[in-house]
């Protein structure tokens, strides 16, 4: 399958400030990319949904002006958590997908502590 | 009613033994069914995929969709200790560039 890699896996922050953290595909051209939180032992929760070149659609309850999603390329996409807080603290995932292919493909994942 | 179900378990079983995992949704538009393994700290990995109804196999695993009754399983066969992980099933109505709904997910554990 296709390879998604996330950068950083690992970061930790102090509150207020604010991470980015990096999608790419590696060799699959994303015309969609999706972002999603994981907390402990439970499944994942979609975030956004980003098509290339266009904004980013948010799920209910999820606030677009904290959670700052570009996706600029077919492969790359970045969601920036701003002025975060350690209730942000959790394990962030992209996926890609294309509307060209039934696949999406996940990435490692970055685990995001807030301190 | 949750648009997919999944028993979270957790499923523990010796080293060996056929494991059945199971899902079943609301959303009779859904077409495309996946299966994903997600290691601990781990984003999920693509396992299995089936569109409509029907079975696959690949190896170990055998996925089987039955429309009718929307519902979906995946069977491992002789399964091992690296198995041990949680996995998702998926679906979706349109593919590659639409948004996935989750399986709560279910742990499962192969003792050596």
């Known amino acids: 399958g296709a390879v998604v890699s996330q950068h950083p896996s690992w970061v930790i922050c102090k509150s207020g400030t604010s991470v980015k953290i990096e999608c790419r595909s590696l060799?699959?051209?994303?015309?969609?990319m999706f972002w999603y939180r994981q907390f402990p032992k439970q499944s994942l929760m979609l975030m956004a949904t980003?098509?290339?070149?266009?904004?980013?659609?948010?799920e209910q309850g999820v606030e677009k002006d904290k959670f700052l999603i570009n996706h600029a390329s077919l492969t790359l996409s970045t969601l920036t958590v701003t002025s975060a807080h350690p209730e942000d603290s959790s394990f962030y995932i992209c996926?890609?997908?294309?509307?060209?292919?039934?696949?999406?493909?996940f990435g490692p994942g970055t685990r995001l502590t807030v301190t | 009613q949750k648009e997919v179900e999944q028993d979270p378990g957790p499923l523990s079983v010796p080293e060996g033994a056929i494991v059945s995992l199971n899902c079943t949704y609301s959303n009779s538009a859904f077409q495309y069914f996946m299966w994903y393994r997600q290691y601990s700290r781990k984003g999920p990995e693509l396992l299995m995929y089936t569109y409509s109804s029907g079975n696959k196999e690949d190896g170990r695993f055998t996925a089987q969709v039955d429309k009718s009754s929307k519902y979906i399983s995946l069977f491992i066969r002789d399964s091992q200790p690296s198995d041990s992980a949680t996995y998702l099933c998926?679906?979706?109505?349109?593919?590659?560039?639409?948004?996935?709904?989750f399986g709560k997910g279910t742990k499962l554990t192969v003792n050596p």
């Open positions: 980003s098509n290339e070149g266009s904004k980013a659609t948010y």
């Open positions: 998926a679906m979706t109505n349109q593919g590659g560039s639409e948004k996935l709904v």
């Open positions: 060799d699959f051209q994303a015309t969609t």
């Open positions: 996926s890609a997908g294309s509307r060209y292919s039934y696949e999406q493909y």
